[in-house]
C-alpha cells in the first residue's frame, strides 16, 4: 500500500510531463495525418491574435500547410482532429494577448498547455471546450476574474492555473461543478473570506496544490465539514502563502482520507492550528518553514499518527525547545511507524540523550542539522536500532566521536563543523560494515588516524576529515584500502610531507581535495589514472614543485585549484577542459601552449595571477570567447601591447591584467567586452588618452583601475555614464585638464538604497551531467586606502572609491562632487588645483577618508567638515589655505602634519603656533571671539596706536604751547590749579586717614 502511494506521490510531481507524453503516445504517428481545413483556420486566427511574432510553426511555408505538422499540434491519428496544443514559453519566446475564441472550433480538443505565456486573461468563451481534460495556464501575467464558464469543463481531469498578478477571487463556487476533475493547482490567487467560503472540494479530486495566495479568516461554525469534505482527496499542499490557522483548518477538514499533506513556508496569523488531531491515514506531514509555533500539543497529535512514515518540522525555529522533548512528544503510536525525520534548522537546544522507553524501532533517517544541541554523545544510543543515515552537522556537540556500534545499519554519518576533540584508538565511530558516507571535517579532532582507524568500513565511498589542523593522517606507504573512495576531503589536516600514494587505488575518484597538507613533492605519473574522472581537484597550499604532468581531464565542468603552490615551466593544454581553473601564487612561466592549442575551451575562471609569465601575452583568445568570464594576470611580467584578441571575449565581467609591463594603447577590440563589470589595468605603462568607449560601452562597470600607467589628456566625460561604479581610480598617470562635474551621475555613490554591496561576479555554467552552478567571485585589487596600499578582497564592493591623485588636474574641486553620500573615500591629492574646498563638503557623511593635500588650494576650511563624523583619515597638507581651523572633536584629533605647509592656517592641532600666541608669521592671534574666525595683525595694531599719540602730542605741545604765547600761559595757569586741587585733596585724605588710626 505505501508503495502504491509513493508512486501516486511521483505521478502528482511530474504529473505535466507524463500527462504530456500519455496524449501523445496515444495519439501515435502523425505523418499520415492530414489537418482538417476548418480547423487548420481556427489555428491561423489564434496565431494572428496571440502570435505576432510567429513563433509557433510557420504556415505560410508550403510544407508546413498541413497543421498536423507543426511541431506545437497534435492530431489523432485515425480521424485527423486536433486534440492537443502545446507552447511552452520561454524568456523571449512567449505568446501573448488574448486566448482566442477561435479555439472553440477544435470541438476535439482535449488537451491545452500554455505555460508561461503572457496570456492578459482567461476568455468566457474557454467554457465552450467541451472535450478538455488537460487544461494548463500557468505563469501567465493574467488580470480580472477567473470566469465561472470553467465550471462547464465537466471533463477536466487535470487543471493548472497561476497568474503573476495576483488575481481577486471573490467566489469559487464553479470549482464543485468540475465532477472530473482530480488534479487542481491555482498560484498567485488573492480569496476574499467569502471566496475561500464558497470553496467545495469537486467529488473526485485527490490531489489539492494552493500556493503564494491569501487565504483570510474563515468562519469554522458556519458549515459542519461533512458538507464539504471529501473522501478522494489524498494530496493537500499549502505552500507559500498568506494564510490564517482557520483556513488550515477549513482544508484539513476538506478531506476524510489524507495521506501527504504540505504546509510549509507560509506566513500563518497566529499558532499553528491543532487541527491535525485524528487525521489517522496521514502518512506522509511536511510543516517545514512555518512562521508559526509549533505548541507540545501539535506535536503531539502528530505523535499519534500510527501511519505516518515521514516527518519534516525542519525550519520551524523551535528556539528554547529541548531535542528531548520534542522526541517525547512524537513517540505516541507514530514511534512505531516512523522512517524518515526532518528537525534541522530549528535551534534546538540540549543534548542527545538515551531513552529506552521512546525508542523509534523503524526510523532509517535522522536530520538534526543545524540546530543548538551540546554536550557529549552518549556512549551508546539504542533508541534507533534501524538509522541509516545521521546528520548533525552544525551543533555544539563536544568531547570524543561517539561509538554508533549500537546502529549496525549506519551508511551515512554527517557531524562536520561541531567540537568533536577527540578519536576512537580504533574504529572512529564503531564497526559499521554499512557506512558509505563520513563527514567530521570542521571539527577539533586531534591525534592521528591511520589505516586501523579505517578498515571496518568496507563500502566507504566518501570521507572527510577537513579542517582538523590538530589531526595527522599517517598511511602507510603501501597500504592498500579495503574500500573504493569517490569522494576524498582532507584539506587542513597534515597528510604530508609526501604525496600520498594510496590514492592511486581510487580509480573512481570524482573529488579530490587534499589542500593546505604540507606536501612538498613531485605529483606523480600514476596521478593521470586516477584524474580523468574527476570532478573537483583541489591541492592548493601545498609545496609541489617540479612542472606539472599533463593528466587528462574527460569531464567539462570541472573545477580545478592548484594555486599557492610551486610549480613552474608550462601549463599543460589539458587543463583547458576545467571550467574554473586556479593557477596563482605559482612559478609558472609560459602559458602559449595552454593558451593557444587547446581545443574544446570551456574555461569560464582562469587566474594565473603571481607567477613568473613574461614576453608578450599569446594573442589567442579567440579560443576562450564563448565562455571566458573572469579572466585574472595580474602580477607578472608580461610585456609589450596587450593582443587584439581579448576584445574576442565577448562574455567576459571581470579583466584583471595589472602589475604587469604592458605597453601602448588599449586596443579597440576592447570595446567589444560590453558585459564587463571589472576592469583592472593599474600599475603597468599604458599610454595615449583614456578611450571615451570605456564610459559608453561599459554600461555594467563598477570598478575601473587605470592607476599609475601613462595615460595623458582630459578625463573622458563619458565616464560620466559609468552610474553602477564603485570604484574609479585613475591615479598616477599624466592626467589633465578639469575634473569633470557630471561625475556627481554616479548612481551607486549617491542613492544610499543602491542594491550594489559586493563586487561579486556571477554566471551560470553548464556542466557535464546537464545540471547548472550559480558561481561567485570577488574581486581582489591593490587600492590605496587611507594613505597605505592594501590588497583587498571579499569587502572590495562595499568601498565607494574617487582617486585621482597624482596627475595634472587644474581648476577647481567641482561643487557637485559634494552630491556624492555614499563615497568613503576622496583623492584628489598632488594635482594643480586650485580655489576653495567646497563649502558643502559636510554633505559627504559617508566620507572616511579626504586627501587633498599637494595642491593650491586656498581660502578657509569649510565648517562643514567638522560634520564628518566618520572621518578617519585627512590630509589638507601643502596647500594655501588660511584662516583657523574649525574646531570639532574630529578634527582636532588628527595629527598636526595634516595641516602643516598652509601658511596662512592656525588653531589646534597646530599646538604650537596656538600656544605662543602667534602664527607662523608672527602675528599676535585673537582669542576673543572663538566664533569669528577672521584675524588681523594686533602687533603693529598696537604699534600704531603708540607711534600715533608721541606724534599727536608733540604737535599739540609745539603748537599750543611752544608757538602761541595766549595759549602758553593760558595752559601754564590751568596746571598750576590742577597741581593745587590734587595737593589739597590728596592732603584731606591723608588727615582723615590718621584720625581713623587714632581713634
Given amino acids: 500500500m505505501r508503495i502504491m502511494r509513493m508512486i501516486v506521490l511521483v505521478v502528482w510531481l511530474l504529473f505535466l510531463l507524463t500527462t504530456a507524453a500519455h496524449v501523445r503516445c496515444d495519439d501515435g504517428d502523425q505523418q499520415g495525418s492530414q489537418c482538417i481545413e476548418k480547423e487548420k483556420e481556427a489555428l491561423l486566427s489564434f496565431k494572428r491574435v496571440a502570435d505576432p511574432g510567429n513563433l509557433l510553426s510557420r504556415a505560410t511555408n508550403s510544407s508546413n500547410q498541413n497543421c498536423c505538422n507543426w511541431e506545437e499540434i497534435t492530431c489523432d491519428n485515425q480521424t485527423n482532429h486536433v486534440v492537443a496544443i502545446e507552447y511552452y514559453g520561454y524568456y523571449g519566446a512567449r505568446l501573448g494577448g488574448e486566448i482566442g475564441c477561435s479555439l472553440a472550433e477544435l470541438h476535439y480538443l482535449n488537451h491545452l498547455s500554455l505555460i508561461g505565456n503572457y496570456f492578459t486573461r482567461i476568455p468566457k468563451c474557454i467554457g465552450s471546450f467541451k472535450h478538455l481534460t488537460y487544461l494548463y495556464l500557468s505563469v501567465n501575467p493574467s488580470s480580472g476574474t477567473i470566469p465561472p464558464e470553467l465550471g462547464n469543463l465537466t471533463k477536466l481531469r487535470y487543471l493548472h492555473l497561476s497568474f503573476n498578478d495576483s488575481i481577486h477571487v471573490d467566489s469559487i463556487e464553479w470549482l464543485s461543478r468540475l465532477t472530473s476533475l482530480k488534479n487542481f493547482a491555482l498560484y498567485d490567487a488573492n480569496f476574499t473570506k467569502a471566496g475561500l467560503q464558497s470553496f467545495r472540494v469537486p467529488p473526485f479530486l485527490s490531489v489539492l496544490y494552493l500556493s503564494n495566495c491569501l487565504l483570510p479568516k474563515v468562519d469554522l461554525s458556519s458549515l459542519s465539514p461533512s458538507n464539504y469534505s471529501s473522501n478522494f482527496l489524498e494530496i493537500l499542499t499549502l505552500s507559500y502563502n498568506s494564510i490564517h490557522p482557520t483556513a488550515i483548518t477549513w482544508f484539513l477538514n476538506s478531506s476524510n482520507n489524507l495521506f501527504g499533506l504540505t504546509i510549509s513556508y507560509n506566513i500563518i496569523d497566529g499558532l499553528f492550528p491543532d487541527s491535525i488531531r485524528g487525521k489517522k491515514s496521514l502518512s506522509e506531514v511536511n510543516l517545514r518553514g512555518n512562521t508559526a509555533e509549533l505548541e507540545n500539543g501539535v506535536l503531539k497529535s502528530l505523535g499519534n499518527l500510527s501511519s505516518m512514515f515521514s516527518l519534516d518540522l525542519s525550519g520551524n525555529n523551535l528556539s528554547g525547545t ?46 538534526l542539522a543545524n540546530n543548538r544541541l551540546e554536550g557529549t554523545f552518549p556512549s551508546h544510543l539504542s533508541r534507533f536500532p534501524s538509522l541509516e543515515i545521521l546528520s548533525l552537522l552544525g551543533n555544539q556537540l563536544t568531547g570524543p566521536l561517539p561509538d554508533l556500534s549500537s546502529m549496525p545499519n549506519l551508511t551515512y554519518f554527517h557531524a562536520s563543523n561541531n567540537r568533536f576533540n577527540g578519536t576512537s584508538t580504533e574504529s572512529i565511530i564503531g564497526g559499521l560494515s554499512h557506512l558509505e558516507f563520513l563527514d567530521v571535517s570542521s571539527n577539533s579532532l586531534v591525534g592521528v588516524i591511520s589505516e ?3 578498515i571496518n568500513y568496507p563500502k566507504l565511498a566518501s570521507l572527510s576529515f577537513s579542517y582538523n589542523s590538530a589531526l595527522r593522517l599517517k598511511f602507510n606507504s603501501n ?9 576524498i576531503d582532507l584539506a587542513s589536516c597534515k597528510l604530508g610531507p609526501q604525496f600520498p600514494s594510496w590514492l592511486q587505488t581510487h580509480s573512481q575518484l570524482s573529488r579530490l581535495d587534499i589542500s593546505d597538507n604540507d606536501i612538498s613533492s613531485v605529483v606523480p605519473n600514476w596521478f593521470s589514472n586516477i584524474s580523468s574522472g574527476l570532478s573537483y581537484l583541489n591541492m592548493s597550499f601545498n609545496h609541489l614543485y617540479s612542472t606539472l604532468p599533463h593528466f587528462p ?13 610551486q610549480f613552474h615551466g608550462s601549463i599543460p593544454s589539458s587543463l583547458s577542459s576545467a571550467s574554473y581553473l586556479y593557477l596563482s601564487h605559482n612559478n609558472f ?18 587566474d594565473m595571477s603571481n607567477n613568473q609569465l613574461f614576453g608578450s601575452l599569446p594573442d589567442c583568445w579567440g579560443n576562450f570567447k564563448s565562455n571566458l568570464y573572469f579572466l585574472k594576470l595580474d602580477y607578472n611580467d608580461f610585456s609589450r601591447e596587450i593582443p587584439s584578441s581579448i576584445g574576442s571575449l565577448t562574455n567576459i565581467q571581470s579583466l584583471q591584467l595589472g602589475n604587469n609591463n604592458f605597453s601602448g594603447a588599449l586596443p579597440s577590440t576592447l570595446e567589444n567586452c560590453t558585459s564587463l563589470r571589472a576592469l583592472d589595468f593599474g600599475w603597468n605603462s599604458l599610454e595615449g588618452t583614456i578611450p571615451s568607449w570605456i564610459g559608453e560601452r561599459f554600461a555594467s562597470l563598477v570598478f575601473l583601475n587605470l592607476k599609475s600607467n601613462k595615460f595623458v589628456g582630459n578625463i573622458p566625460l563619458s565616464l560620466c555614464h559609468l552610474s553602477h561604479i564603485q570604484i574609479l581610480d585613475l591615479s598616477s598617470n599624466g592626467l589633465s585638464g578639469v575634473i569633470p562635474s557630471c561625475l556627481a551621475n554616479f548612481t551607486s ?46 569587502i572590495l564592493g562595499l568601498l565607494r ?18 552630491r556624492l553620500v555614499e563615497l568613503a573615500q576622496l583623492n584628489l591629492s598632488r594635482n594643480e588645483l586650485s580655489g576653495d574646498i567646497p563649502e558643502k563638503i559636510g554633505n559627504l557623511g559617508k566620507l572616511e577618508s579626504l586627501d587633498l593635500s599637494h595642491n593650491k588650494l586656498s581660502g578657509k576650511i569649510p565648517k562643514s567638515l567638522a560634520e564628518l563624523s566618520l572621518l578617519n583619515h585627512l590630509d589638507l597638507s601643502n596647500n594655501q589655505l588660511s584662516g583657523k581651523i574649525p574646531t570639532s572633536t574630529q578634527l582636532q584629533s588628527f595629527n598636526a602634519s595634516a595641516y602643516t605647509m598652509n601658511h596662512g592656517l592656525f588653531g589646534p592641532p597646530l599646538t604650537d603656533w596656538h600656544e605662543s600666541g602667534t602664527s607662523p608669521n608672527g602675528f599676535l592671534a585673537s582669542t576673543h571671539d572663538q566664533e569669528d574666525e577672521t584675524w588681523f595683525n594686533l602687533s603693529w595694531f598696537y604699534k600704531g596706536i603708540g607711534v600715533g599719540f608721541t606724534i599727536g602730542f608733540c604737535g599739540v605741545c609745539i603748537n599750543f604751547v611752544i608757538i602761541n604765547y595766549y595759549w602758553r600761559n593760558s595752559y601754564f595757569m590751568f596746571m598750576h590749579s590742577v597741581r593745587n586741587i590734587l595737593s589739597k585733596g590728596l592732603l584731606r585724605r591723608k588727615l582723615a586717614w590718621i584720625d581713623r588710626s587714632l581713634s
Wanted: net charge negative.
Fill in 553 to 565: 581531464l574527460i569531464y567539462f565542468g570541472i573545477e580545478v585549484d592548484l594555486s599557492f603552490n
Fill in 749 to 794: 555613490m549617491v542613492h544610499s538604497n543602491y542594491t550594489s554591496t559586493e563586487i561579486l561576479i556571477e554566471r551560470t555554467i553548464s556542466v557535464a551531467v546537464s545540471a547548472t552552478m550559480e558561481v561567485g567571485l570577488w574581486l581582489s585589487s591593490q587600492i590605496i586606502w587611507k594613505g597605505l596600499e592594501y590588497e583587498y578582497k571579499s
Fill in 801 to 818: 572609491l574617487i582617486d585621482l591623485s597624482s596627475n595634472k588636474l587644474t581648476g577647481e574641486i567641482p561643487a557637485e562632487l559634494t
Fill in 322 to 367: 529541548f531535542l528531548h522533548n520534542v522526541l517525547q512528544n512524537l513517540a505516541g503510536s507514530a514511534k512505531n511507524s516512523l522512517e524518515t525525520l526532518y528537525l534541522y534548522d530549528n535551534q534546538l537546544s540540549g543534548s542527545i540523550l538515551e531513552d529506552a522507553e521512546n525508542t523509534f524501532p523503524s526510523l532509517t533517517w535522522l536530520d
Fill in 589 to 606: 612561466t609560459s602559458c602559449s601552449f595552454f593558451l593557444c592549442e587547446a581545443k574544446d575551451v570551456v574555461t569560464g575562471i582562469l
Fill in 452 to 454: 586501523v582507524n579505517l
Fill in 479 to 487: 597500504w592498500v584500502p579495503p574500500f573504493q573512495l569517490q569522494n
